[in-house]
C-alpha cells in the first residue's frame, strides 16, 4: 500500500501511544478534523501539518508526504489586496511606531472584510499576521494590536472554509490580550470563537459555544457587551433555547441603546440592522418564520447592496424563513440572485438550502 500523510499520521500517532483526542487537543484541532486526516477525507493545511509532525517527532517525514498545493488556495486573486501584499515590507523593516502599523493593518482588513471574500483576502492577512507575530516578540506593548488583528484574521480564515486555522487565531488572539491585561479584548476573541461553534453541524460544539459565549459576556461595555450578549444570543438560538435566546435578544437591545461610548474598534460594525438581522436569524431557528420574515426583510431593505457576503448570508435566512412560512417560490428567486462572495459561509448556506 501507498504511504498517504493520512495512513502515515495514523502509524506515527499509534506508534506514539497516543489516542486521536490526545493529539487532536495537543495540535489544536477537533477529534473529527484529525480521523478525517487520517482517512484521507480532509487536506491538511501546511502549518497543521507542520504542528502534527513536529508533535509525533517524524522529523519531516509526514510534511514530505503533502500533496502538492493548489494554487486556488494561497492566491488572493482581487485587485484590492496588492497594496496588502506591499505592506507586508514591515517584516523587514524597523518601524517607529508598531502599534499604530499593525492598528493600520487591522483596519485596513477589517474594511476590505466588509466587501471582499474570505477566499480572496486570508492569503494576505496570514502574511501579515506572521510578520506581526514575529516583531511583538521584541514590542509587547503591541500586543493589544495584534490581538484585534488576530482577530480579523480568525473571522477571515473561518470565511475561507478554514475553520481550525480560524481557532488557532481566536486563541492567539485571547492569549496576547491575556498577556496584555486587556480583557475586552479576550472575550471579543473567545466570543468570535463561540460564533464558530454555534454555527457547527453538531449539537455538542453547538453546546459548548453557549458555554463559552456565556464566559465572557459580561468582560466588556456599552456597545462591546451588546456585540459579546448577540452572540451568546445566537448559540442559545443554536441549541433550541427560545427562553434563553429571547431574554438575552433584550438584553442587546437594552445595552445598545443605553450605550453612551463609542464602538470599541473590534465591534466597530455593530449597528442597529445588524442587531435586528440577529434577531431576525434567531426567529428563524426558533421557528418563528412569520417574525423572522418581518424582521429580515426590513433590515435587508437598509442594507448595502456593496456588501455581497452578509447581504447573501442574511438572505439564505430570509429564504430559509420563508420556506418555513410555505413561499418556496419567493424562497427560489432569492437564492437563485444571491451571487458568488469567494465565503465559504454563504457557500455552505446555499447547500444547505439547496
Not at 101 to 120: C, K, M, N, P, S
Not at 170 to 175: E, I, M, N, T, V
Not at 312 to 336: I, P, S, W
Request: hydrophobic share 40%; aromatic share 6%.
Amino acid at each position: 500500500m501507498t504511504a498517504t500523510f493520512g495512513t502515515m499520521l495514523r502509524q506515527f500517532r499509534q506508534d506514539a501511544g497516543l489516542s486521536q483526542p490526545v493529539l487532536a487537543r495537543h495540535a489544536h484541532i477537533s477529534q473529527s478534523t484529525l480521523s478525517r486526516y487520517e482517512t484521507g477525507l480532509q487536506a491538511v493545511e501546511p502549518d497543521i501539518a507542520a504542528r502534527l509532525d513536529e508533535l509525533l517527532h517524524a522529523n519531516g517525514a509526514l510534511l514530505a508526504l503533502l500533496p502538492s498545493v493548489d494554487p486556488e488556495d494561497t492566491a488572493i486573486g482581487h485587485e484590492q489586496t496588492a497594496l496588502l501584499r506591499e505592506t507586508a515590507a514591515f517584516i523587514y523593516d524597523t518601524t517607529p511606531d508598531l502599534a499604530a502599523t499593525i492598528a493600520e493593518h487591522t483596519h485596513q482588513f477589517q474594511r476590505l472584510d466588509d466587501y471582499v471574500g474570505g477566499r480572496e483576502l486570508y492569503a494576505a492577512i496570514r502574511r501579515i499576521l506572521d510578520a506581526a507575530d514575529h516583531a511583538c516578540r521584541d514590542e509587547p506593548v503591541a500586543l493589544p494590536n495584534l490581538s484585534e488583528l488576530g482577530q480579523i484574521g480568525g473571522w477571515i480564515a473561518s470565511d475561507a472554509g478554514k475553520r481550525d486555522t480560524a481557532t488557532r487565531h481566536y486563541l492567539d488572539a485571547a492569549k496576547a490580550a491575556h498577556e496584555a491585561d486587556r480583557r475586552d479584548l479576550g472575550a471579543s476573541a473567545l466570543s468570535s470563537l463561540s460564533y464558530q461553534m454555534a454555527n457547527a453541524d453538531n449539537m455538542a460544539d453547538r453546546a459548548e459555544a453557549v458555554l463559552l459565549a456565556s464566559s465572557v459576556a459580561t468582560r466588556a461595555e456599552g456597545i462591546g457587551r451588546a456585540l459579546l450578549l448577540d452572540r451568546l444570543a445566537w448559540a442559545h438560538a443554536r441549541v433550541g433555547d427560545a427562553e434563553g435566546a429571547l431574554r438575552i435578544l433584550d438584553q442587546v437591545d437594552e445595552v445598545f441603546t443605553g450605550a453612551t461610548e463609542p464602538a470599541p474598534s473590534w465591534a466597530y460594525w455593530l449597528d442597529q440592522d445588524e442587531i435586528t438581522v440577529m434577531r431576525g436569524r434567531c426567529m428563524v431557528e426558533l421557528n418563528q418564520p412569520g417574525a423572522a420574515i418581518d424582521l429580515l426583510g426590513a433590515a435587508l431593505d437598509r442594507y448595502d447592496p456593496n456588501r455581497a457576503r452578509e447581504r447573501g448570508l442574511y438572505t439564505t435566512y430570509l429564504a430559509e424563513a420563508l420556506v418555513k412560512a410555505g413561499d418556496t417560490t419567493e424562497a427560489r428567486r432569492l437564492l437563485e440572485s444571491t451571487p458568488d462572495a469567494k465565503s465559504a459561509r454563504l457557500d455552505e448556506r446555499l447547500h444547505i438550502l439547496s
